[in-house]
T-cell receptor, first 113, second 112 residues
């Protein structure tokens, strides 16, 4: 059972465009929602994260939008660059106990020049 | 400031064998979590260690076991390897009480 559902599976965007990746969850106990970027042969790198008490968080060209009532959150990459080409994972963890992450299935982003 | 390190980088084992993977957490971190990432999938939580004890476990069989040492480094052991155990094994470190987890580069395990 996939606790965090991610879409699309793959995405092709032109340089300078906006990349949008969406995630949805069911468990209302989730209280931390990070995004990770993974290049081939590397481990996931923490990109940006949000908690449910805010609706948006921006760091440079990366923005998370969070809709608590819809139980959805998304990553927006503005001015996408070829160097952004990687696989992106959304994740979530619960309030109590170990902070183990439940990951989405990933989105392979390709930014074409 | 050293990040999370893992060894070895790659490993090839035969079905039925046993394997040990190693992880050193980011400087200042005291909690280590292990994840399995199958090809084309997101990482799946195996277990987490804090204060040298297993604190939480994901849906993995007892063939998967671990250990944490007083210096916070950790080992993942897998017994009776199956072909389906072939995956990238990731170690993530964090500071107890904080949510942020930082991953190492992983160990690519191939079971033939």
């Amino acid at each position: 059972q996939q606790q965090v559902k991610q879409s699309p599976q793959s995405l092709i965007v032109q340089k300078g465009g906006i990349s949008i990746i969406n995630c949805a969850y069911e468990n209302t106990a989730f209280d931390y929602f990070p995004w990770y970027q993974q290049f081939p042969g590397k481990g996931p790198a923490l990109l940006i994260a949000i908690r449910p008490d805010v609706s948006e968080k921006k760091e440079g060209r990366f923005t998370i939008s969070f809709n608590k009532s819809a139980k959805q959150f998304s990553l927006h990459i503005m001015d996408s660059q070829p160097g952004d080409s990687a696989t992106y994972f959304c994740a979530a963890s619960v309030q109590t106990g170990a902070n183990n992450l439940f990951f989405g299935t990933g989105t392979r982003l390709t930014v074409i020049p | 400031d050293a990040g999370v390190t893992q060894s070895p980088t790659h490993l090839i084992k035969t079905r039925g064998q046993q394997v040990t993977l190693r992880c050193s957490p980011k400087s200042g971190h005291d909690t280590v979590s292990w994840y399995q990432q199958a090809l084309g999938q997101g990482p799946q939580f195996i277990f987490q260690y804090y204060e040298e004890e297993e604190r939480q476990r994901g849906n993995f069989p007892d063939r998967f076991s671990g250990h944490q040492f007083p210096n916070y480094s950790s080992e993942l052991n897998v017994n009776a390897l199956l072909l389906g155990d072939s995956a990238l094994y990731l170690c993530a470190s964090s500071l107890k009480g904080l949510k942020e987890q930082y991953f190492g580069p992983g160990t690519r395990l191939t079971v033939t």
